[in-house]
């Protein structure tokens, strides 16, 4: 209890500091003219101190994180509440019925019945907060799952069995010579395939070729692993030019 | 004679004196294989196409029009060969144009119109040289009425691929559930699993469990469900915490059901804590920050990320390793398995994911559609040798067969 006191005055401490230096900081920005006064400039202050919070845990986990962390999670929410408003029930629950009605009763059913089915899922899952019959939210996952199986087995056949295969099935050998390129893609996509599979155990030829179908898919993940961080530098450079170009303007 | 009656014949025709001619042999039809929403325009590619040569349409509700203007076309664009799915693979296919027409522009050129099924559309063609020049019409007016098809026949390889491979499952899964010792390979990361849940329980830390960011409905999620019910059923059995942290409330509201019948099955059902299994962010950063504040602070001794993974997986696994956690990842996501690979113990690549759970749970259903696939994949491999040794000899044939359309 002593303890956890301890580190709570430890932490509002860390805080005030924390905002003290920002007020520090910032006064002599605005004071300076360097930051406008006003929405604009507010955002930027805003921003800079939820980014240098954000990468304070790279030091380790402090409060001001937390604090970060708990209002980038708060935000978040609420955004995620405005979305669903806006996109989903607004548009799709409520402003739908502007559409339903006409002198075609089936359409006029059909259409209902678009928005009455799955308002009528989406509401029994909040049967979950009557354990009696909670049960009852089972039907609307079990629709969600059904229907993403259903709808996902043409499409994966399509896209990762039918648009592989059409360009693995490349001529090895033309007028011009052997086809590298090609001849790389057949080897590296059939000793891939080898490696995926579960009934053999991976030993001898087998084990050999499935051995090479790792190197490629290793060669693969390296390229990627190379853009991806490469992506990533730009990101903290686009966090280091924000923070030494518009908020303390250090670099042009 | 005849080659001078020819120069003549080409002297008097557009070439020189810039005139150009309709098209020859048009028609509209209804598009094959769709739900009625769309309707063709064929004609035959004339002798005297080049850059400067544009096609105009024109498109009415009735016969007597008013005939709407829709955007000119080039004509070195709009072939039968850029629709296979509804002309197939003929050699003629590329002396036919063909414009695909799902939607269209209405009066003032602004607003536009789909396609709508059972409704009768007349369209009417003409051509011009150059962007400016006079539209020649063709005299016709071409009738079309768009109906539903009840069967893609261009999807037929779809079809009989997906009917190959549910026979071959369900019939693994029958020959599974008479033996159910069928053989399955070691997956290394899945070995470990009891050796981090065992380490769980001698440190006294709880387990955190992360299903990446994909909805309910999609495949690695569903995947990543089921390995955490065997995940769960374990826990309740070594008695140790379980931490679920969602993305998304249906996600979350699932996984609940999911622990839950795995602690009863367990027999431990008085174990189950309805609130280790929280909604954390909806959103992709603030999750993962609420996620990495979960690890320093709790500590989990074993951390199992199983799912479509974004951006967030480094920062994630990164965080876990330094918080000294075993980590055992599993993800189809391209892009983010070599984070894994460099940050975790053991990482499941791509169909593992999908061979995990079962081989943890050696329940026949899932036993048998792992079996079953393998023989699809078995398949695959013979027909990629077979096309590619057919298109080498110069038949393309084979290969065509198994385009997607």
Known sequence: MEANQSNLKKDSIVIVLFFLALIVVNGILVGTGKLKFGTEGFGIMVAAALTIALYSFLYQDNPIFKMAEHFYVGVATAYLFIVTWYSVILPDVILAWKDVGGTDVWVTISKSLAIIVPTILGLLVYTRLVPRISWVSRITFAAMIGFGAGFAIPNYITSHILKQAKPSMLSLWTAAGPQWGAIVIFVGVITTLVYFFFSVEHKGSIGFIAKVGVWFLMISFGASFGYTVMARVSLLIGRVSFLFGEWIPLIN | ?405
């Not at chain 2, 290394?188 to 992360?210: I, K, N, Q, S």
């Not at chain 2, 996620?291 to 920062?315: I, Q």
């Not at chain 2, 990164?318 to 053991?346: H, L, R």
């Not at chain 2, 499941?348 to 079996?371: F, Q």
């Open chain 2, 1 to 405: 004679m005849k080659a001078i009656f020819l120069c003549v014949l080409w002297l008097t025709t557009f070439q020189v004196w810039g005139e150009v001619f309709p098209p020859d042999d048009v028609s509209a039809i209804d598009k094959p294989n769709d739900n009625g929403s769309a309707i063709i325009l064929l004609w035959k590619k004339m002798d005297y196409e080049t850059a400067k040569i544009f096609y105009v349409t024109y498109i009415a509700t009735s016969p007597s029009g008013p005939f709407l203007v829709q955007p000119i076309q080039s004509s070195i664009i709009n072939f039968k060969t850029d629709l296979p799915q509804s002309f197939g693979f003929a050699e003629d296919n590329k002396n036919w144009h063909a414009l695909e027409i799902t939607d269209y522009l209405l009066a003032g050129g602004e607003k536009k119109d789909m396609i709508e099924q059972n409704k009768t559309y007349y369209l009417r063609i003409g051509v011009k040289e150059g962007k400016d020049g006079n539209v020649v019409m063709h005299p016709k007016t071409f009738g079309v009425t768009p109906h539903g098809n009840y069967f893609a026949f261009n999807k037929l390889n779809n079809f009989l691929l997906f009917i190959f491979l549910t026979v071959v499952i369900i019939v693994f899964i029958n020959l599974a559930k008479k033996n159910p010792n069928l053989f399955v390979r070691r997956i290394a990361g899945l070995e470990a699993m009891d050796d981090a849940l065992g380490r769980a329980t001698e440190m006294g830390r709880p387990v955190l469990f992360v299903h990446g960011l994909k909805y309910m409905h999609e495949v690695p999620t569903i995947a990543a469900v089921n390995i955490l019910g065997r995940i769960a059923k374990k826990v309740a059995e070594f008695d140790t915490g379980l931490k679920v942290a969602n993305w998304d409330p249906v996600i979350q509201q699932v996984s609940r059901e999911t622990v839950k019948e795995s602690y009863i099955e367990a027999g431990r059902p008085d174990a189950y804590k309805e609130e280790n299994i929280y909604f954390a962010s909806s959103e992709q950063f603030s999750y993962a920050a609420a996620v990495e504040g979960l690890m320093v602070r709790e500590k989990p001794a074993a951390n199992f990320y199983f799912g479509y993974f974004y951006a967030e997986s480094l920062l994630l696994s990164e965080t876990g390793n330094a918080a000294g956690s075993i980590q055992i990842a599993g993800t189809d996501a391209f892009t983010q398995i070599p984070f894994f690979i460099t940050t975790c113990d053991y990482t499941l690549i791509g169909e593992e994911l999908y061979a995990a759970s079962a081989y943890l749970s050696r329940e026949p259903k899932l036993l048998g559609s792992l079996k079953g696939q393998d023989l699809g994949k078995l398949m695959i491999i013979i027909v990629l040798v077979l096309g590619t040794i057919f298109t080498t000899f110069g038949w393309e044939g084979f290969s065509k067969i198994f385009w997607p359309m």
